[in-house]
Structures are given as structure tokens and as C-alpha cells.
């Protein structure tokens, strides 16, 4: 990419990819509102903790197994109708939930049935998305373009865990899944707009080439080291997160020994530095490299893990621990953003066109099944160790994880990358 030339005034003329961001919008939205509307309505239904669990656990199910085979599947498919029947299926399904409650014929039972419809529906609908961006998206903007979605999608976020709450507490949790089912048929009609230069395929699908498709993307990723590597990252990535997520009362309580506005200042300083960092990031993308910002995000946030402790043990004064956390937090969630938007941004500009689905799937599978697995660990070592012992050692283990996987890490040039820009492909669909 050409610095200078380029820039986010550019995307005003991705007419489509401005149509993709409003549906990403939207359903970052539900996704901010069903946060808690959703897990307060098993709740309220149940009464029980250990049913919100479950029902969190097989909500993961379907893109740890199913992401990669949905994946291959929709490689021969019309992405644009793949997602458009996605959305209506979650949205038929979500609204259904918010009407068997406000009847009160809701069960326990029909909530996980609709759970594994959702987040089955979620399983195909994901690939497609990943591999619509680069038929909407020139080459040139693609740096900008996964920044302003990533940046956006974050402020989104972050009013509608704002607004939630009111939600809920003015007009009832059915209202707020009722919204929650809205946004659904809301994306469905904006992606009917969308126009996603999809070239109709003569190949008949057998029995058999689902298979086959999966194989070759398995191969695919094997043979580019780069891609490779991103599959390493992602499952990195998630893994090193997940104590940090998983323990955030005992982070507060132990560790920092503070009160739970320190909950807030933690998620809105991360929330606020990785905005910054997707804002920010195609404006050094051709001064970074992802070697040095493995090495940068492994020092960061195995010290951040480290100095958590030492804050609580140290710092007396409340106010000076929100101002001390909450700068470190930017830190973290800026430099952490800058590593993500690179791998997104990169995946696009050497991944072909016919493989994106399928790789993709295999990436946020694989980043997925971290989450279950590191959760499991760290339940079993909460039984043995202090939550501030257990910090110190995920401070250790990020940092040597981390410069391991950059010692490993190979670059690769992508300015000479072939990837077929949206002219070229719709020449080629004028001369079909």
C-alpha cells in the first residue's frame, strides 16, 4: 500500500463494503445487547448459574466443530444468500425465544435447541463474511477498511453494553431480546442491497467434496508458513486471555484488592486503547512488523499480568489505582489491537480469493477451542494456587510463549501479492 495516497476517505467509494460495515454494525450491537439480555434471561428463567454455563459451553460447540466443515461447504455456494438465510434463521429463532417468554411458555429445553440453531447458523454465516470482504474491497484499502470495521464495531459495542442495562430495566428483558431478534432481519436486508460480485459457479457439488474442500484448505494452510502461523497466533491469542477474562472478580477483589468499579475502568481503558489502536493502525502498517509486534504484545502483556499484583500489593489509594490500571490497560488493549487488525488485514492480502472461507473457518475454530480448553486448566489450578500466584506464572508463561512464537514467525511480502481487486472482478462476471 502506497502511504500517502491512501486513506479512510477512500472507503466513501466501497459503496459495498460500507453496506457490509452497517451490517457488521448491527449485529455488534445484538451482540453487545444479548450479552447481557440473553444471560439474563436464562436466569430469570432458571434460577441457576450452572444453566447460563451450559448454555455457554454448547454456544461454543458449533464453531470449535462445525466452522471448518461449514466452512468448505459454502466455498461452491452464493455467499450473499448464505448470509441473508443465516440471519433470518437467528433472527426467527431469537424472536421466538422473546415471545415464548413474554407468554411464559418458554423451557429450559427449547433454549438450548435454539442455542445450537443460532450458533449452527453463526457457523456458516462467518465464513461468508470473511470471504465477501475481499469481493467488495480494493487491495489498496484493505488495511483501512478491516480498521474502520474493527474500530467501529468497538464503539458499537461499547453504547449498546451502555444502553443494555436501560433496556432491561425500562421495558422488560423480552423487549431487549425482541431488539435482539430485530437487528437480525436489520442485517439481512442491508446485505439484500449489497452487490457482492460473486461469479456463479458451473461446479456441481458432490457427495464427498465437502470433504475434499476441507482437505485442501487443511493443505492450503500447511503449505503457507504466514498462514500458518496465524493459526498459531489465533490460538495464542485467545489462550492468553482467557485467565485474565475468566478470573476478573478475583482479579478485582485478591489481586487488586479494589471494588468493582475497577471492573468498569478495566473493560473501558481496554475497550478505549484497542479502538485506538484499529484507528490508528493502517497509518504504521508499512513501519510495523509482525515479528516485532509479537515480541511487543508478549512483553506488555505478560508484565501487565505481573504488575497487577504487585499494584494491589503496593498502591494503597483507590483513585490512584483506577489512574495506574487504567493507563496500562490502554497500553494493552492499543498494542493488542495493532497485533489483531495486522493478522485480519494481512489474512486478506495473502490468502486467495477461493480459500478465504475455508481458512478462515479453520482459524476462528481453532482460536475457539482455546478458550474450553485454557478455561478448563485454570479451573483446576484456581484449586491450588492463589489468584495473585496464578498471574505472576501467566505473566512468565505469556512472555516466553510469545518470544518463542516470534522466533519462529516468518515474514512474507505482501505488496506483490495477486489478489483480484473488485474491477477485476467484474470484468470477469461481464465476460461470463
Not at 70 to 99: Q, Y
Request: hydrophobic share 55%.
Amino acid at each position: 500500500m502506497e502511504s500517502g495516497k491512501t486513506g479512510y476517505k477512500d472507503l466513501l467509494k466501497q459503496k459495498d463494503y460500507l453496506k457490509l460495515i452497517s451490517a457488521n454494525i448491527v449485529n455488534r450491537f445484538r451482540d453487545s445487547i444479548d450479552a447481557i439480555a440473553y444471560e439474563w434471561l436464562v436466569y430469570l428463567l432458571t434460577g441457576s448459574a450452572s444453566w447460563a454455563a451450559l448454555i455457554f459451553g454448547i454456544n461454543k460447540i458449533p464453531t470449535i466443530f462445525l466452522q471448518p466443515i461449514a466452512g468448505a461447504a459454502i466455498e461452491k455456494m452464493n455467499k450473499k444468500n448464505v448470509m441473508i438465510v443465516t440471519d433470518l434463521i437467528r433472527g426467527l429463532c431469537v424472536a421466538f425465544i422473546a415471545l415464548s417468554f413474554y407468554s411464559g411458555m418458554l423451557q429450559p429445553w427449547m433454549l438450548i435447541a435454539t442455542t445450537i440453531i443460532i450458533s449452527s447458523a453463526e457457523a456458516f454465516r462467518m465464513p461468508c463474511s470473511s470471504a465477501v470482504v475481499v469481493r467488495v474491497l480494493s487491495k489498496e484499502t484493505i488495511d483501512y477498511g478491516v480498521s474502520l470495521s474493527s474500530s467501529v464495531g468497538t464503539v458499537v459495542e461499547m453504547v449498546g453494553l451502555a444502553v443494555a442495562a436501560g433496556i432491561i430495566a425500562t421495558f422488560g428483558v423480552s423487549v431487549a431480546v425482541g431488539i435482539d431478534a430485530a437487528t437480525f432481519f436489520g442485517s439481512a436486508l442491508i446485505i439484500l442491497t449489497m452487490n457482492t460480485h460473486e461469479v456463479k459457479s458451473n461446479e456441481t457439488v458432490v457427495k464427498g467434496s465437502y470433504v475434499k474442500l476441507l482437505k485442501e484448505g487443511g493443505k492450503y494452510i500447511v503449505a503457507k508458513k504466514l498462514l500458518f502461523n496465524f493459526i498459531l497466533l489465533s490460538v495464542l491469542c485467545n489462550a492468553v486471555f482467557v485467565p485474565i477474562n475468566s478470573l476478573q472478580a478475583p482479579m478485582v477483589s485478591e489481586v487488586l484488592k479494589s471494588n468493582a468499579i475497577m471492573l468498569s475502568v478495566f473493560s473501558l481503558t481496554v475497550s478505549a486503547g484497542m479502538l485506538i489502536g484499529s484507528i490508528v493502525f493502517p497509518m504504521i502498517a508499512n513501519k510495523i512488523s509482525g515479528k516485532k509486534l509479537i515480541v511487543t504484545v508478549g512483553l506488555i502483556l505478560g508484565l501487565y499480568h505481573i504488575l497487577l499484583p504487585l499494584i494491589g500489593l503496593t498502591i494503597n489509594n483507590e483513585f490512584a489505582k483506577y489512574i495506574i490500571v487504567g493507563t496500562i490497560s490502554i497500553i494493552v488493549g492499543f498494542i493488542f489491537s495493532l497485533l489483531s487488525t495486522y493478522i485480519n488485514a494481512t489474512f486478506y492480502k495473502i490468502v486467495e480469493r477461493d480459500y478465504i472461507a475455508r481458512t478462515g473457518a479453520i482459524m476462528n475454530a481453532s482460536g475457539a477451542a482455546a478458550v474450553p480448553i485454557i478455561s478448563f486448566l485454570v479451573g483446576i489450578i484456581t484449586v491450588r494456587f492463589a489468584t495473585n500466584v496464578i498471574f505472576f506464572i501467566t505473566g512468565g508463561v505469556i512472555i516466553v510463549l510469545l518470544l518463542v512464537m516470534a522466533i519462529v514467525y516468518e515474514e512474507e511480502d505482501t505488496s506483490e501479492e495477486e489478489v483480484t481487486t473488485v474491477d477485476e472482478m467484474k470484468e470477469k462476471t461481464e465476460i461470463a
